[in-house]
């Protein structure tokens, strides 16, 4: 399967996941989620996830920084990616990092061209999928499914 298709799959699953879903057991994080350049991916994720929706609320603009902060952590999810190919680890999340690195200039660039209100609030919901879906594929353990140990990766 291609990583555009992992990319698409994994991120339809993660935003169809009931919101409020929590797991009956505390399962640590997978180790790749406590590297520090994974923890800064996941922090960046998080903080403009939070600007993006602040600018949903108040119908504020994406201001340079917004649209900058947002390439830097493109960058950083296709160098994540680059890593975990290199070491020859988990599979899907390499290529889910792959695609949102790919999707988040997408997202930026639909939210530039939105002609009104309508348009402008779908590309930030969508962005602020992405942004979570970021933050969720590092932080959450393998599944049973993905034939990784937890905390293996």
Same mark, same amino acid.
């Given at each position: 399967?291609?990583?555009? +298709?992992? &990319?698409?799959?994994?991120?339809?699953?993660?935003?169809?996941?009931?919101?409020?879903?929590?797991?009956? !057991? $505390?399962?640590?994080?997978? $180790?790749?989620?406590?590297?520090?350049?994974? +923890?800064?991916?996941?922090?960046? &994720?998080?903080?403009?996830?939070?600007?993006?929706?602040?600018?949903?609320?108040?119908?504020?603009? $994406?201001? !340079? &920084?917004?649209?900058? =902060?947002?390439?830097?952590?493109?960058?950083? =999810?296709?160098? #994540?990616?680059?890593?975990?190919? +290199?070491?020859?680890?988990?599979?899907?999340?390499?290529?889910?990092?792959?695609?949102? $690195?790919?999707?988040?200039?997408?997202?930026?660039? +639909?939210?530039?061209?939105?002609?009104?209100?309508? #348009?402008?609030?779908?590309?930030?919901?969508?962005?602020?999928?992405?942004?979570? =879906?970021?933050?969720?594929?590092?932080?959450?353990?393998?599944?049973?499914?993905?034939?990784?140990?937890?905390?293996?990766?």
């Amino acid at each position: 399967m291609s990583c555009s +298709a992992v &990319a698409a799959s994994a991120l339809l699953w993660l935003a169809a996941a009931p919101a409020g879903a929590s797991p009956e !057991a $505390a399962t640590p994080p997978p $180790a790749t989620a406590l590297e520090p350049f994974f +923890a800064d991916i996941v922090g960046r &994720a998080q903080s403009l996830k939070g600007r993006a929706e602040a600018m949903r609320k108040t119908q504020g603009p $994406a201001d !340079a &920084a917004f649209k900058t =902060d947002l390439a830097d952590l493109a960058e950083l =999810d296709m160098q #994540a990616h680059q890593r975990l190919k +290199a070491r020859g680890t988990d599979g899907d999340l390499t290529c889910i990092l792959r695609g949102i $690195a790919e999707d988040l200039p997408v997202k930026m660039a +639909a939210l530039q061209m939105a002609a009104d209100e309508a #348009a402008r609030d779908l590309a930030l919901r969508e962005m602020i999928y992405l942004l979570n =879906d970021n933050i969720e594929v590092i932080v959450t353990p393998p599944s049973v499914t993905s034939d990784l140990a937890p905390g293996g990766v």
